[in-house]
Nanobody, 115 residues
Framework: QVQLVESGGGLAQPGGSLRLSCKVS????????WGWYRQGPGKQRELVAS???????NYADSVKGRFTISRDFAGNTVSLQMNSLKPEDTATYYCNVVPAERNAWGQGTQVTVSS
């Protein structure tokens, strides 16, 4: 089982933006539903955005209107554009299929929103 590798996290100010990426195989990108999950300090991991094989998207209420999930077939990536970041978005962010594959969790990428 290949572990996923996320990138693009960092420190952002409230109201700022970050773009997260997760590189996957072409086969996996085409034939799976994908999601971005996050785990904040002292919290359970939660699904915040998902995209299915038909490019239908869903978002958690907490990020709706601010985050955009997409698939890029040219670069074989699943991305999460995060705008209007809030301190409560601070978390480690992970990509995985939906429903999540237990053995595919990567290290995640840390997002910290602070002034």
């Amino acid at each position: 089982q290949v572990q996923l590798v996320e990138s693009g996290g960092g420190l952002a100010q409230p109201g700022g933006s970050l773009r997260l990426s997760c590189k996957v195989s072409t086969y996996a990108l085409i034939f799976n539903n994908w999601g971005w999950y996050r785990q904040g300090p002292g919290k359970q991991r939660e699904l915040v955005a998902s995209i299915d094989r038909g490019d239908r998207v869903n978002y958690a209420d907490s990020v709706k209107g601010r985050f955009t999930i997409s698939r890029d077939f040219a670069g074989n990536t699943v991305s999460l554009q995060m705008n209007s970041l809030k301190p409560e978005d601070t978390a480690t962010y992970y990509c995985n299929v939906v429903p999540a594959e237990r053995n595919a969790w990567g290290q995640g990428t840390q997002v910290t929103v602070s002034s």
